[in-house]
């Protein structure tokens, strides 16, 4: 189960990847960050950052036991989690505590926790294990996938936590298609939700519709919901071609910049370090999405690639959605960037699924 | 093999993102680099203090002094309410006014918003004492204009106001903002650009809510350049205390150079008046409406913008025309009876006894009626009207103050196209004691009499000094022979001199000076007393003009006035610079 043959296989590449990503991330959060802890306290401390570190440490400690058990455990544990899960998001609509308009949290003591965002992995982790050991495509396992999103999905639009919800979309077809559903299918079918939206606009909570019309046309309502993502712009053409210095970007320093440690993050970077930066940031992601790639192309093992191929989806849609959302090319629905935006919850979530890329890595020479 | 089209479709939107990147990092880069330091770069004013104003005698007329603003610091505020509470009971201003005003006047946290404008001293100081019980609340200091000599020069300084619209937009290309202040009339107004300096500012960092982060650069303000006036401020205060509760004017001035000692016009006001209501003193609001209201015209200066018939003074001009155009001889007499008919109507003469058989000198003497009945109808209006203009009148002196009358001099051109009708014999004879259509301004007037003590120059009339040049000594000779002068000269020493001389009750004895009195008739009311003197005789020096609105014949209390004036000058020595 565990030997130096496995260790061989250990991808460097993809762990070193992500560990300089985080450290970009530190880096940003400390920046951003800096003018309330300096300002409120008078000394300075580093919550958040202290947090962040913690929260990475336990992470390692996760992905070590992760690492360690053969991914194929896993999977067999994937209807206990996804069971549990679905009781956590039930539990969270029931007694969640409210943020931001939304009641995404469970409170554990003082530290609370977003069950939506284990969801994405914890389905991921489901639908692998189901599709891995079903051969043929047919209708009945694509109707049993979309009933195995679907639930989860609307608890979490409910929520409402429109972003996250919208990340299961991806993901459900692209494992449906690397499982061999035929392309055309899967078009007609995102065709029809993609008429049936309408009736999703009905279903939407008031601000989420205002975000939706704001991206439209920011200007509507340049200080209310639209100033997060005009201030973002700004931050991020500000930068130019190798930004204003760390520590030393306006729009984030003077506090022009909202939900600048989590959400738009990436802004910071954009407007400390320029395009330079953010190119470096973008690069280590294709990387990071590329490593995973080879990994799925060199693992056998049918559910070990639907696994790989999930985790890639949910990976690559949280960056290119929350990049694009950052310079206002998408509609701010909430999505944190893996590794760098603080969140206990995304940065155990992103740990785990690399824990997993990893696992799946080292033992993809077990036939 | 489905792995290739989910990789296609990784690396398009990689690529899709790297490309919106470099367009609005790079190509966008300064556009968005430009609303960035919009967004943190806030602009505070630093007003310029106006240059200051001098007498001739280097007394300051215009001044600065300090005001003390209450003041209140809104991003050191965190309930207004609060700080209002504490300082309405110390200002003795209710808590709503202050909130109004706190409104009214806010324009970013990092300002500090003035609720009380010019506190007296003694409050400041109260205040200054709790300041640091009051959140947000600073004791601003601020330089004011101040007007030392009040009333009595307020029509020569003029006074500030806030700009109107039309001039908002004339001075917007200076850099003139809304809440400036710029001069309304007088030398403020007319030298405002020059006395203005130039505002300062300062570039403020702010966060999000507008706070100042800090300061980024700061360009001190230019104060405005200082003034020199030709006047002397106590001869106008002594003046002006002669002319007190009556209406009129008086100007002094140098006869060779053309520089005004003095210019009083009554009735006035106190220029300060308009500061205090600008820094929102109820009474002197209330005041400033009556003086707008008041039939009195008390913002004209009656001096320069106010026309009226000048009466028997300008037999100066017409006596002059008969003598250089050879109407009349120096020898010639001529018959007063006492009445004169022209046509089918009979002018009299203000002696309805008659002056006898009399020549040119003694008719200025006696300013004779009838003798310049006969003179005026020989030249006629033509010849009378050509000299009035060569004499400056009709038209504007040039003095560097705003809003001067040119008068006006009537001719048979001007009659027909006024009223479509031909020029009269009667009105001949009344435009040659100078009645009927003819209308001067008390300075045109002056400038008339300084021509004759002059020896024939017509001297721009100014009230700033150059600074050494003699420039605002433009001067135009008029050509007149020195006889002519002579002739007229000696006529107005014996309006003084002579036991009959229209004059004698302002007779000085030991001194020698000229003069000529007029008494303008209006229907209905007391005339128009005027007395135009020059002084001394020999080798003149002053003219001195005294003009009082329906105040009776010119030889009466106009005359005492000069006479008065006459007296301060020999007592006081005026026209020097110390």
Known sequence: MFNLKTWKNFDFILFLTTVFIFAIGLAFLYSSTYHFSYKHNGILTQSFLIRQITWFALALLIGLIIVKVDYQKWLELAYPLYGLNFILLLLVLLSGVAKLGAQRWISLGNIGFQPSEFSKLIIVLTLARYLGQREGVCGKEMA?????????????????????????????????????ARLRTLILIFAAFGLSSPFLWQ????????????????????????????????AIGSGGLFGKGWLAGTQNQLNFLPERHTDFIFSVVGEEWGFAGAMLLLILYFVLIWRAYSCAQQTQDSSGRLLVCGIIAMLSF???????????????????????SY????????????????????RRTVF | MHLRLLKKITFVSFLFLTLCLAYNQIIK??????????????????PAPRGLIYDRCKRVVAGQRLMFNAALLSQEIKDVQQSLEKISPI??????????????????????VVVAADVPKETAILLECKESDIPGLIIQTEPLRDYRYGASLCHILGYLGSMAEDELRKFKEYGLRTKDLIGKSGVEKEFDHYLRGEAGGMQVEVDNRGCKVRVLGKRAPRKGADLYLTIDAQLQEFIDSLLEGKKGACVVMDVQSGEILSMVSEPGFDPNLFIAALNGKPAAERRIKELLNSREAVLVNRAISGVYPPGSIFKIVVAAAGLETDGISPEARLECPGS??????????????????????????YSCNVFFYKLGLALGPQKIASFARKFGLGNTTGVDLPYESTGLVPSRGWKLKTYKERWYDGETANFSIGQGYLLVTPLQMAQVISAVANGGYLTRPHIVETGGQKSGGFRKRLALEKETLEIIKEGMRRVIDDEQGTGRQARISGVQWAAKTGTAQVSNRASHGWFGAFYPFDEPRFSVLVFLEYGGSGGGTPAMIAKKIIEYIIEKDVGGRT
């Open chain 1, 144 to 180: 049993v996938c979309f009933l195995i999103v679907g639930a989860p999905f609307l608890l979490i639009v409910k929520q409402p936590d429109l972003g996250t919800a919208l990340a299961l979309i991806p993901i459900l077809f692209a494992i449906l298609y690397v499982w061999g």
């Open chain 1, 203 to 234: 279903a939407l909570k008031d601000y989420q519709k205002r975000r939706i019309l704001v991206f439209i046309n920011p200007d509507a309502d340049p200080l209310g919901a639209g100033y997060t993502v005009i201030q973002s712009k700004i």
């Open chain 1, 318 to 340: 949280q960056v290119v959605v929350n990049v694009s959302m950052t310079m206002g090319l998408m509609p701010a629905v909430g999505l944190p960037l893996p590794l760098i």
């Open chain 1, 343 to 362: 969140g206990g919850s995304s940065l155990f979530t992103t740990m785990a699924s690399i824990a997993l890329l990893l696992n799946i890595g080292m």
């Open chain 2, 29 to 46: 880069g300064p556009y968005y680099s430009q609303l960035s330091q919009n967004n943190r770069i806030k602009l505070a004013r630093l």
């Open chain 2, 91 to 112: 200002l003795n201003i209710p808590q709503e006014e202050l909130l109004r005003r706190f409104r009214k006047n806010f324009s970013a946290p990092f300002i500090p």
């Open chain 2, 340 to 365: 004169f008919k022209v046509g089918r109507r009979r002018f009299f003469c203000w002696n309805l006894d008659g002056h006898g058989r009399q020549n040119l000198t003694e008719a200025i003497a």
